[in-house]
Every structure is written in structure tokens, then in C-alpha cells.
């Protein structure tokens, strides 16, 4: 009789899997082509606006205008989107961009401080449409700032980690804008506010780990 021996293998311990971005199908050149597009579509509309073209009772106008600012939006957040596999950042990034420009053209800038109750609108609507753009902006770059300081591989490709500091710089300036409302824009405040946002991203650096979020 033959015995036949059969190795039995344990199952490996495997570590976490990490949130990495892959770029499947994603090429330097329509990258590249994107940027451009998106640069020439940021110009045009910042010509619309701050050049006077808009007039503000022609209702006709204000609907392309409003059109221009929604395809602007979707043609920089869209591919964004796609590419970093971020859930949400095309509607926050689209609505910031269309809310900044109605209020660079319909909304009066303030004439007090943040203390004055009919001045407090403004400063909401200025602060909300400030931490949407600069914070879905900033992706980007907070990820290629990631990909040029970080060594390990995990959290060189975490996207989380880079939307989480995206929105720590879209923090930074909304307090930033919160100090000049209040007529406190010192370097005796804005030192301590922007050193506890860093001391905060240091913390969630060293206790929290890049975790899958797909």
C-alpha cells in the first residue's frame, strides 16, 4: 500500500489592507490634458466675474452664468473624483464653487465685525463656501505632498490621509477668516490656531492607522 502524504498549509496572516489609489487607465498625458482644460475653464469663468460681463438684474445672464459655474465645477471635481476614489468631493467641491461665485457677485461684502448680527449671514456663507473649494482643492496637493515626504508605502497612497489634511488647511483658513471678522487677525492668535491644527494632524498621524475605505 502507497501512503500518500498531504502538506496542509496555515493561512497567512495578512496585515490591513491600506486605502491606495490605483490609476488603472489613467495616463501622465490625460493628466496633463485635464490640467490644461481645467486651467482654461477656471480663466474664462474668473473673466466672467471679476470683468464686469455678468449684469446682475438680466435673469438670462444669471442662468448661464450659473451654468458656467456648475460645468466648471464638474469638469475640475469630476475626474477628481474618479481618480482619488473620494465619495462626495464632486458635490461639496461644485457647490463651494458655485456658492464663492454667487457671493463674489450678488452678496455685499461686510461693513462690521462678526459680532454684528446682520454682517453673520455674510461670514457663514463667505466661511462654508471657503472650507468646500480650498478643501476639495487642496486634495491634490496634499497628495502629492504625501507621495515626496512620506517613505512608507501605505501612507504615501492613503487618501484618506490626504482629504483629512486637505480639510485641516480648508480649517486654517476659515479661522483665519473668523480672526479678521472679528478684527483679531494678530500673530498673537493666528500662531496658536494654525500650531493646534498641526499638533492635530501630528496626532492623527502617529495613533490613527490607514485603514481600507473601499
Known sequence: ??????????????????????????????????????????????????????????????????????????????????????RGLAMRGIFGLVLAVQIVLYVPAPTNSLLWLPDVPVYVLVSVALYWLLSTLCLPITYVIGQLVFRQRARRYDVRRAWRQAREIGLVVVGLFGLFGLHAFTPLLIIPWVFMIVIAEILFLSFIEPTATR
Open 1 to 86: 500500500m502507497t501512503r500518500t502524504r498531504t502538506k496542509m498549509t496555515p493561512p497567512q496572516n495578512t496585515a490591513n489592507p491600506v486605502t491606495i489609489v490605483t490609476q488603472d487607465g489613467v495616463s501622465r498625458t490625460q493628466i496633463l490634458i485635464w490640467f490644461v482644460l481645467v486651467g482654461f475653464a477656471w480663466l474664462g469663468l474668473g473673466a466672467m466675474v471679476f470683468n464686469g460681463v455678468w449684469v446682475a438684474d438680466n435673469r438670462a445672464k444669471q442662468i448661464v452664468q450659473l451654468g458656467g459655474s456648475v460645468i466648471v465645477g464638474m469638469l475640475t471635481y469630476v475626474p477628481m473624483e474618479y481618480y482619488f476614489h473620494a
